[in-house]
């Protein structure tokens, strides 16, 4: 095992607009190395600059090279989100100096990369300011002009729980609906739109909306329901996609 020590941990913040910034974790390593982590949308980057300086004392002189130990000392199931970022962030560093020190890039550690390039796609939702359809038209359109063949948005976060409770399409879910037809009208039939829906859902309210967008050809819908409700998104894919079965 390489006989590298963490020295120091510190945070920084890029600004980005009023919707969050990026937060991204350094770590020092004795040979002068320093791996980078990202700790963004924690939903308290304050609370997880502090968790990170908490911790740190504790790995100041750890092995970088000891991610398992690191995770089964400082993981914990019972911890928060904001938690369990700060912890992300540090190990995503601790994997990047051990990529680093071994001169291999950190995917190799991981077993490997599995393809040779990565398609990118244009996440216009927290740049978009104007959250009117036409606000979102324009930054898609803006995307496509500088060379993205694919555009993902996120519509429907003015949707909430009483939203959906009605078991019907709300203003507030139309509203998500136009955002996307304005969209896939400006950026035209080529381009792939993706929409993220943030768990907003319920199984029979994004059936609804799935059937309002169909002739859109979405790319995928995205975290419709909880994300631990794996019985939710089988029921959807079952009633959505399978035409053999009694809707």
Same mark, same amino acid.
Request: charged content about 25%.
């Given at each position: 095992m390489q006989t590298l020590k963490i020295t120091d941990i510190e945070t920084e913040i890029v600004q980005v607009n009023h919707r969050g910034n990026w937060l991204f974790v350094k770590v020092h390593a004795d040979n002068g190395t320093i791996g980078v982590g990202e700790a963004s949308h924690g939903r308290d980057d304050d609370r997880v600059q502090h968790i990170i300086d $908490?911790?740190?004392?504790?790995?100041?002189?750890?092995?970088? =090279?000891? *991610? !398992? #130990? =690191?995770?089964?000392?400082?993981?914990?199931?019972? !911890?928060?989100?904001?938690?369990? $970022? #700060? *912890?992300?962030?540090? !190990?995503? #560093?601790m994997w990047d100096l051990a990529g680093k020190a071994l001169d291999v890039p950190s995917y190799q550690l991981l077993g490997g990369k599995c393809r040779e390039k990565i398609r990118l796609y244009a996440n216009i939702n927290r740049a978009t300011v104007d959250r009117s359809p036409s606000g979102f038209a324009n930054n898609a359109e803006r995307a496509v002009a500088e060379g993205f063949t694919a555009i993902k948005c996120a519509p429907f976060d003015d949707v909430s729980v009483a939203n959906i409770s009605r078991g019907s399409l709300t203003p507030a879910i139309c509203?998500?609906?136009?955002?996307?037809?304005?969209?896939? #009208?400006a950026i035209g039939g080529d381009i792939d739109l993706m929409v993220d829906c943030h768990s907003r859902f319920n199984p029979g309210i994004i059936i609804q909306v799935a059937k309002e967008l169909e002739d859109l050809h979405l790319f995928w819908i995205e975290d419709a329901v909880s994300l631990d409700n794996l019985d939710a998104f089988a029921h959807i894919s079952r009633l959505h996609w399978d035409p053999d079965c009694n809707r």
């Amino acid at each position: 095992m390489q006989t590298l020590k963490i020295t120091d941990i510190e945070t920084e913040i890029v600004q980005v607009n009023h919707r969050g910034n990026w937060l991204f974790v350094k770590v020092h390593a004795d040979n002068g190395t320093i791996g980078v982590g990202e700790a963004s949308h924690g939903r308290d980057d304050d609370r997880v600059q502090h968790i990170i300086d $908490t911790v740190k004392p504790a790995l100041v002189g750890w092995n970088p =090279f000891q *991610l !398992e #130990a =690191f995770r089964q000392r400082f993981y914990r199931d019972t !911890e928060s989100h904001t938690y369990h $970022t #700060a *912890l992300s962030g540090i !190990e995503q #560093a601790m994997w990047d100096l051990a990529g680093k020190a071994l001169d291999v890039p950190s995917y190799q550690l991981l077993g490997g990369k599995c393809r040779e390039k990565i398609r990118l796609y244009a996440n216009i939702n927290r740049a978009t300011v104007d959250r009117s359809p036409s606000g979102f038209a324009n930054n898609a359109e803006r995307a496509v002009a500088e060379g993205f063949t694919a555009i993902k948005c996120a519509p429907f976060d003015d949707v909430s729980v009483a939203n959906i409770s009605r078991g019907s399409l709300t203003p507030a879910i139309c509203l998500g609906i136009d955002r996307i037809r304005t969209i896939r #009208a400006a950026i035209g039939g080529d381009i792939d739109l993706m929409v993220d829906c943030h768990s907003r859902f319920n199984p029979g309210i994004i059936i609804q909306v799935a059937k309002e967008l169909e002739d859109l050809h979405l790319f995928w819908i995205e975290d419709a329901v909880s994300l631990d409700n794996l019985d939710a998104f089988a029921h959807i894919s079952r009633l959505h996609w399978d035409p053999d079965c009694n809707r």
